[in-house]
């Protein structure tokens, strides 16, 4: 396989062209022949122009790609090995919503070929892909998995935002059906991936890696936050403490926060849903789950005790929220907490103001029905600092200042300003 490949003889697809697809795929072209296969026509237009609709690599990363971008899913049939990257997300009961997953894998099935190799890396938990997803490429070709065609696993590593560390850089693991596609899957990804290779023992292996790296952030993240919750009762500075405990070389640097985004805020509910399955109910993730989820509420509880102090009327107050994407200095805005922050003042009768520079004005309205203003007004009430942008760190108190009433009120939930500068000029408070 990895022969026919490096001569071009057979090319590769790359299912579902987002923040994982994209960049693996554009990492592939630069030593293979690619197909990259997207339903959404705007962001197949936008690549065919050179663009990341993510905003996340620059039109350089498109230059000297053999890569064919393509929402027709004939194309497909030309290619020997698929890669599927299409997102994995939960409903509205946090329950893992496998759709995605299920049509990109009946979309492979319906090109797949005796020799060929399918390998996922949308993160799901242990099991899913020879359980939920095998079936659906031997419906769908009538070929048999392993005999007729291979499967693997290798769960995606891409961290949105961090430009230091791009696919190629970060090793990946990699996992397949038996001993020789391991050894196929292992020869074509680490020929792009600078950093190595590291070969699980089996699929559900890599699967439950995965899910796990995250479930252990959102753990360590949930303590923090509960000790943050417990320190402003006492009225102390939970960074100044953090700071302290840090100066033992074993303590592991966590810092309180809204957890959102894909990985963190998604993943563990996959694992919690197979256990469940298994007829085990998890007592920890699930309590660090309702920690984190529960922060949006009470930050937004803290802003509605500083305003109820100072004799405001709830319903008069404008309150401006600073970012609401996932992440510092990105345009992801999927399950940003930041929304259910203002969703939560919005129901206190509250009017919100929300600026962002990195968000889509379009993205947020579709997915939220949510405002962004374009430029930052005055007369607040309050300030919240949600999200640490590039360009939100250099403002300082008297900016501050300058866009709010009386009795000004700065809610900093990244710790980003120094509490005694803040102090000096008005209502200063963090996580």
Request: charged share 25%; glycine share 6%.
């Amino acid at each position: 396989m990895y022969k026919q490949l490096e001569s071009k003889k057979k090319a590769m697809a790359i299912i579902g062209l987002g923040y994982v697809g994209l960049p693996i795929a554009l990492a592939f072209a630069r030593k293979f022949r690619v197909i990259g296969f997207d339903i959404n026509k705007e962001r197949i237009a936008a690549m065919q122009a050179g663009q990341d609709p993510s905003q996340e690599l620059p039109t350089e990363a498109f230059e000297g790609a053999d890569i064919t971008f393509t929402t027709d899913e004939k194309d497909l049939k030309e290619a020997a090995f698929f890669v599927v990257a299409v997102p994995t997300d939960v409903d509205a009961h946090k329950v893992p919503d496998l759709t995605p997953l299920k049509k990109a894998s009946a979309t492979v099935g319906r090109a797949l070929k005796r020799g060929d190799y399918v390998v996922y890396e949308s993160t799901v938990y242990p099991g899913c892909t020879e359980e939920d997803c095998l079936p659906i490429l031997e419906e769908e070709s009538g070929l048999r998995g392993t005999a007729d065609f291979k499967i693997g696993y290798s769960p995606e590593r891409i961290s949105p935002g961090d430009k230091s560390r791009t696919v190629t850089d970060i090793l990946k693991i990699v996992s397949g059906c038996d001993e020789e596609s391991l050894e196929n899957i292992a020869r074509i990804y680490g020929s792009i991936i600078t950093a190595g290779v590291y070969k699980a023992a089996n699929i559900k292996v890599a699967e439950a890696a995965k899910v796990i790296e995250n479930t252990q952030r959102d753990l360590n993240i949930s303590l923090v936050n509960e000790l943050a919750i417990i320190f402003d009762r006492m009225n102390i500075d939970t960074m100044e403490v953090l700071a302290a405990a840090g100066t033992k070389w074993n303590f592991q640097p966590y810092s309180p926060g809204l957890v959102g985004g894909h990985c963190i805020g998604v993943d563990p509910y996959y694992l919690l849903h197979k256990s469940k399955q298994m007829g085990y109910d998890p007592q920890v993730i699930l309590s660090g789950r309702r920690v984190n989820d529960g922060m949006p509420a009470f930050v937004a509880k803290r802003l509605v005790q500083f305003l109820t102090q100072k004799g405001k009327n709830l319903s008069t107050c404008k309150v401006l929220v600073l970012g609401i994407t996932f992440k510092e200095n990105v345009a992801d805005i999927r399950n940003s907490k930041v929304v259910d922050v203002v969703q939560e003042l919005m129901d206190y009768s509250i009017h919100v103001h929300i600026h962002d520079p990195h968000a889509s004005p379009n993205e947020v309205a579709h997915e939220y029905r949510l405002t962004l203003q374009d430029d930052i007004s005055t007369g607040y009430d309050a300030v919240i600092m949600a999200v640490s942008h590039n360009e939100f760190k250099q403002m300082d108190a008297a900016y501050f200042t300058s866009i709010m009433k009386d009795d000004p009120i700065l809610l900093d939930i990244k710790g980003l300003y120094n509490r005694k500068d803040m102090e000096q000029a008005l209502t200063y408070w963090r996580l």
